[in-house]
Structures are given as structure tokens and as C-alpha cells.
């Protein structure tokens, strides 16, 4: 499972006119943002795609159409099932804020809000799975979660793993997921065997 880091961060620069404020002039805080997050998609194009990285909130001040934004506060929200790899990557991300800070005069501060370090599965449960999986004739593959589950808190106190069932064009945590039926009672029937081989 993906390790997940989650940070807030204040850029805050200088509100002035849209039209009549010179480009040269500027000390844009939306401007900055927009410089984190292409910053942040180049980082994960250069992974390979084990890095993914999201900005899911943005909010100016003070939020008017021909206003210069003079503070931005948004959220960066990174992944990695490599927990070296997730600390490469927000050790570049500290970086980079630091060297915009002096080449576009904004002040910056960031907060932590979330925190998981990359969960390996127990492999003798993992393992089990594939091998029921293969007795049902199941076609069935190892593969990272990239959304949080209950199951990476589990992993910290008792051997855990987990049994996903396909969802209709990879689309899940979303209000478009839809599983079919039959697949939802294989994916129980794997679950069913499983346990019936953990209790002998």
C-alpha cells in the first residue's frame, strides 16, 4: 500500500490591480501555485508513475476576478510505495518552495496534515489469496492500493492483506465505481476460503 503525505501550504504575495499592475511588477501567489503544481506533475513524470501527486483545494484571497491574489492556500497531497521515494519527493518539494520563495518574493509556510509510511502485506496471507484465487480459476494479480484502506492501520498491529474485486473500466472511489455481481461473490468466495485456511 502507497505511503501518503499530505501537506498544506501558505504562499502569500501582493494584491493588486489585474490591469493595471505590470507582469514585471507582480508578486503573485496564485502564480506560485500554479508553479508547485506543474513542479510537482513534472516530479511524478520523471518516476516512472510510482509517484502520483494531487492538489485537491486552492483557495485565494482575496478572491476577485481582477485582483492579483495576495495569498493562496491549497494542499499537496503525494504518494509512493516506496517510503525512500516519498521522502525523496517531499525533500524536493521543500526544496523547490524555498527557491520560489526568493525568485518570486512570496512568503512561504507549509503544515504536515497527514502522514503514512508504505505498508507491505503479510505475504503468507497474500500468498493464500493468489493460491485460492488459482484453485477457483480466478484470474488475479499483485498490485499497490493507492487509496488509504482500514487494512494499512490493521497491518501495524496483526498480519493483514487485502482482496480487491475489478471494478467496470478501473474506476473506483468514485460515484461512478460499479462492480458486477458475480465478480462481488467471487471476491466473498476468496475471502470465505481464505479464512477457512488461516483457522486450520
Same mark, same amino acid.
Given at each position: 500500500?502507497?505511503?501518503?503525505?499530505?501537506?498544506?501550504?501558505?504562499?502569500?504575495?501582493?494584491?493588486?490591480?489585474?490591469?493595471?499592475?505590470?507582469?514585471?511588477?507582480? %508578486?503573485?501567489?496564485?502564480?506560485? !501555485? #500554479?508553479?508547485?503544481?506543474?513542479?510537482?506533475?513534472? @516530479?511524478?513524470?520523471?518516476?516512472? =508513475?510510482?509517484?502520483?501527486?494531487?492538489?485537491?483545494?486552492?483557495?485565494?484571497?482575496?478572491?476577485?476576478?481582477?485582483?492579483?491574489?495576495?495569498?493562496?492556500?491549497?494542499?499537496?497531497?503525494?504518494?509512493?510505495?516506496?517510503?525512500?521515494?516519498?521522502?525523496?519527493?517531499?525533500?524536493?518539494?521543500?526544496?523547490?518552495?524555498?527557491?520560489?520563495?526568493?525568485?518570486?518574493?512570496?512568503?512561504?509556510?507549509?503544515?504536515?496534515?497527514?502522514?503514512?509510511?508504505?505498508?507491505?502485506?503479510?505475504?503468507?496471507? %497474500?500468498?493464500?489469496?493468489?493460491? !485460492? #484465487?488459482?484453485?477457483?480459476?480466478?484470474?488475479?494479480? @499483485?498490485?499497490?492500493?493507492?487509496? =488509504?484502506?482500514?487494512?494499512?492501520?490493521?497491518?501495524?498491529?496483526?498480519?493483514?492483506?487485502?482482496?480487491?474485486?475489478?471494478?467496470?473500466?478501473?474506476?473506483?472511489?468514485?460515484?461512478?465505481?460499479?462492480?458486477?455481481?458475480?465478480?462481488?461473490?467471487?471476491?466473498?468466495?476468496?475471502?470465505?476460503?481464505?479464512?477457512?485456511?488461516?483457522?486450520?
Amino acid at each position: 500500500m502507497q505511503g501518503i503525505s499530505w501537506q498544506r501550504i501558505e504562499i502569500k504575495g501582493v494584491a493588486n490591480h489585474a490591469g493595471t499592475t505590470p507582469t514585471n511588477m507582480r %508578486v503573485d501567489a496564485g502564480l506560485a !501555485v #500554479a508553479k508547485v503544481i506543474t513542479f510537482m506533475r513534472d @516530479r511524478c513524470n520523471q518516476s516512472g =508513475g510510482t509517484t502520483v501527486a494531487t492538489t485537491g483545494t486552492i483557495a485565494f484571497e482575496p478572491n476577485a476576478i481582477n485582483v492579483i491574489p495576495s495569498k493562496a492556500v491549497f494542499t499537496v497531497d503525494v504518494r509512493n510505495p516506496n517510503e525512500e521515494r516519498l521522502i525523496a519527493e517531499e525533500q524536493a518539494l521543500a526544496a523547490y518552495l524555498k527557491e520560489l520563495a526568493v525568485t518570486d518574493k512570496v512568503q512561504i509556510s507549509t503544515e504536515q496534515l497527514v502522514r503514512f509510511q508504505p505498508v507491505q502485506f503479510d505475504e503468507t496471507i %497474500v500468498s493464500m489469496v493468489e493460491q !485460492v #484465487a488459482n484453485e477457483m480459476h480466478l484470474s488475479n494479480r @499483485r498490485m499497490t492500493s493507492g487509496a =488509504g484502506q482500514d487494512a494499512q492501520m490493521m497491518a501495524r498491529i496483526c498480519p493483514s492483506a487485502m482482496i480487491f474485486v475489478p471494478s467496470v473500466n478501473g474506476i473506483s472511489h468514485n460515484p461512478k465505481e460499479y462492480t458486477k455481481d458475480e465478480d462481488i461473490f467471487a471476491g466473498a468466495n476468496v475471502f470465505i476460503n481464505v479464512i477457512k485456511n488461516l483457522a486450520q
